[in-house]
């Protein structure tokens, strides 16, 4: 099956064919039907599934009829990184569309903002305070608007911008398509979901599972040691892209900073950046120039890289909708990706729901245990008994 079967506008086929679109994903195909067909829509599905363009193709079939420049599809987004990334899909698949497109922001100059959607704009990605404050000061026109996507509604919602929705919502008073992805369906965006949409159709692909092209690595290690075990793997371990989990900001900060230390390219995203340092850092990461980004939950929110071979674990996270949404970033349509998650004896409660995970969905993985050796010192001064890291011999599978 390929995208002929969702009889596009030729100007949209163009971008898919100009994009390399070949096969459509489990989300797109079960997706788009129901969205041309102008039925809601609830879309459940991690990232890396394809649900950009599940929900960006449709649009742009939709609104290529009549481009006039005002704005008639919102797209809702958590981050500043997931709302450039949705408007780079839109801008490549709507190449040869004539509709014109752009992302609004925190943290980018508020005048250049307004100028452009005086220029005329059919599609506009945003995050909700930015959005909001166009509201307010009268620069962007909702009235015409025909479909609301609101993406990663869990994310959304777990960062506190739920009042913000609500009062985008106010703004809202015509009849509208309303499309809701989310990775997890909490009773919050349940109760979202009935207060706006209309006999939404809900399209679910595995949400309580993990992608069958990532393998899973589970490795017991000592807290004082997790940093030696990183950096091991990186020295002999073949990758590309890694992405590097922590659970605070200071703490990614640190880490990139030490693997920098060792000549690696790395460098953090956490919520201490200025835009600009956030850019960079993305920007690097996006063309390679940055082989390991160590980010916090909340800052990779929107990451979207295929090269990304790696998604590393270095602290729990909080949840297996956290385990699933963080791996989903590796193995990315069709790709081999690897997960490696570092354990500690304070994890024990989350390595049994982790495992629990693993297990129910038959997914394979492996458990290894990373043992500190003891190299005697070679010449005189060096101080005796010091733990050396022995990463081929130090590995053993439990």
């Not at 703490?251 to 600009?276: D, E, F, M, V, Y």
Request: with cysteine; net charge positive; charged share 20%.
């Amino acid at each position: 099956m390929n995208f002929d079967t969702f009889n596009l506008n030729p100007g949209v086929m163009d971008g898919v064919r100009a994009l390399g679109y070949s096969t459509p994903t489990p989300i797109q195909l079960q997706a788009i039907p129901p969205i041309i067909q102008g039925h809601d829509l609830i879309g459940l599905a991690q990232t890396g599934t394809g649900k950009t363009a599940a929900f960006v193709l449709p649009i742009l079939h939709h609104l290529i009829s009549s481009p006039h420049g005002q704005v008639r599809a919102l797209i809702l987004a958590p981050t500043r990184e997931l709302a450039e990334q949705t408007d780079t899909v839109i801008t490549g698949l709507g190449q040869k569309t004539g509709l014109r497109n752009m992302a609004i922001y925190g943290g980018a100059n508020m005048e250049q903002q307004i100028q452009k959607l005086r220029n005329g704009v059919e599609i506009v990605t945003a995050c909700p305070g930015r959005l909001l404050d166009h509201l307010w000061k009268g620069s962007i026109d909702l009235s015409n608007l025909e479909i609301l996507v609101i993406d990663e509604a869990d994310r959304m919602l777990d960062m506190g911008f739920l009042p913000d929705i609500k009062n985008i919502l106010k703004c809202l008073m015509q009849k509208r398509q309303t499309l809701l992805f989310s990775a997890t369906m909490p009773a919050n965006i349940r109760r979202l979901a009935e207060e706006i949409m209309h006999k939404p159709v809900t399209v679910q692909i595995n949400p309580t599972t993990t992608a069958a092209t990532v393998s899973h690595t589970i490795y017991s290690v000592e807290d004082s040691q997790k940093t030696s075990l990183l950096k091991d793997i990186l020295e002999y371990t073949k990758t590309e892209s890694v992405l590097v989990f922590t659970r605070t900001k200071y703490r990614a900060q640190r880490i990139a900073q030490q693997l920098k230390n060792t000549g690696c390219r790395a460098t953090s995203l956490q919520g201490n950046l200025n835009q600009n340092q956030r850019q960079l850092a993305m920007e690097g990461f996006c063309n390679g120039s940055v082989k390991v980004l160590v980010a916090t939950d909340i800052a990779a929110r929107g990451i979207d890289v295929l090269s990304i071979t790696h998604v590393i674990n270095y602290d729990m996270p909080g949840s297996m909708d956290d385990y699933i949404h963080r791996i989903g970033r590796t193995g990315r349509i069709g790709k081999v990706g690897q997960a490696f998650t570092f354990v500690t004896a304070k994890d024990a409660a989350m390595e049994r729901d982790l495992r629990h995970l693993l297990d129910k969905g038959k997914t394979e993985y492996h458990t290894v245990q990373y043992k500190e050796r003891i190299e005697k010192p070679q010449r005189q001064g060096v101080i005796r008994n010091k733990p050396v890291y022995v990463p081929r011999k130090a590995f053993s599978t439990v």
